[in-house]
């Protein structure tokens, strides 16, 4: 327990040292905030564009909170996995080809406890980075519209909560998988484009999809959508598990590029 606390120590350094800590939970308050801001002021945007015939009138809906809120959801299901895919796409393949993975995983330190280090680090920078921006949201939601439901909105936190680290995992695989940081992060994202797209176009067949996840926290916020989320909730745990498990696994087999 005690290495794998420095371990955990050595990656948050790491973290701090690339400024990690900073450019990613900065980067989600700033989408966070900007959605519900934008929606507020996109009248007067759009009235003082200055492309509209004189005498034309803007007629737009004015969205609920909760609304606004799955509206900022949206922009995290996109930006937001580009953004953590980034962050954690050199995770385990910068050290393992650098060198330095097989002289720490020589010391007394387990390939599973390895790994664990790294992903409670990234984890944490995912936890921080995801409350910031919702945090954001949901605040400037308060005061420009009204304030949301926030057992809804707490629900609809963890559900894409779960997925944002689902996407955190899967890049960290991808990353003891490949050499390439890019590769790794493209593959994650596209996976992850895969599992949604197909649990948003046939959402009863893929009922225990971890693709589920987004649709899930949006119907939380929304009204109505698949109910009972909890066999995409152990479905996504179970893929962490596994995901962890193999990265592992992988390193384990082949801890050095030339093991291979």
């Known amino acids: 327990m005690r290495q794998w606390r420095v371990m955990v120590r050595k990656e948050w350094l790491e973290l701090v040292r690339t400024w990690k800590l900073l450019w990613l939970p900065l980067a989600f308050v700033l989408f966070g905030a900007m959605q519900p801001v934008t929606t507020y002021f996109l009248p007067d945007i759009l009235a003082h564009a200055g492309n509209l015939p004189e005498g034309a009138l803007i007629s737009i809906p004015v969205p609920s909170a909760d609304e606004v809120l799955a509206q900022t959801l949206g922009q995290f299901n996109t930006v937001g996995l580009l953004l953590i895919a980034l962050a954690a796409m050199n995770g ?5 080809f650098g060198g330095l993975a097989p ?3 020589v010391k007394p330190v387990s390939y599973r406890g390895y790994v664990a280090a790294k992903w409670t ?6 936890g921080i980075a995801f409350a910031g921006g919702f945090g954001a949201a949901y605040y400037y939601t308060s005061v420009l519209f009204e ?12 559900y894409y909560g779960l997925w944002l680290a689902l996407a955190g995992t899967l890049t960290l695989l991808f990353s003891a998988l490949l050499r390439s940081g890019a590769a790794a992060a493209a593959c994650s994202l ?3 484009a895969g599992l949604a797209l197909s649990a948003s176009l046939l959402p009863e067949t893929f009922a225990a999809s971890p693709g589920l996840l987004p649709k899930l926290a949006s119907a939380r916020l929304l009204g109505g959508g698949p109910a009972g989320g909890w066999p995409a909730v152990a479905a996504a745990l179970a893929v962490i ?4 498990e193999a990265a592992a696994l992988v390193l384990r087999r082949h801890p050095a590029p030339d093991a291979a």
């Open 92 to 96: 385990i393949s910068a050290e393992r």
């Open 103 to 105: 002289m720490l995983l």
């Open 121 to 126: 680090a990234l984890l944490a920078l995912i």
């Open 147 to 158: 304030r949301p439901a926030w057992r809804d909105s707490l629900a609809a936190f963890l």
């Open 190 to 192: 596209t996976l992850l």
């Open 241 to 244: 598990a596994a995901a962890l």
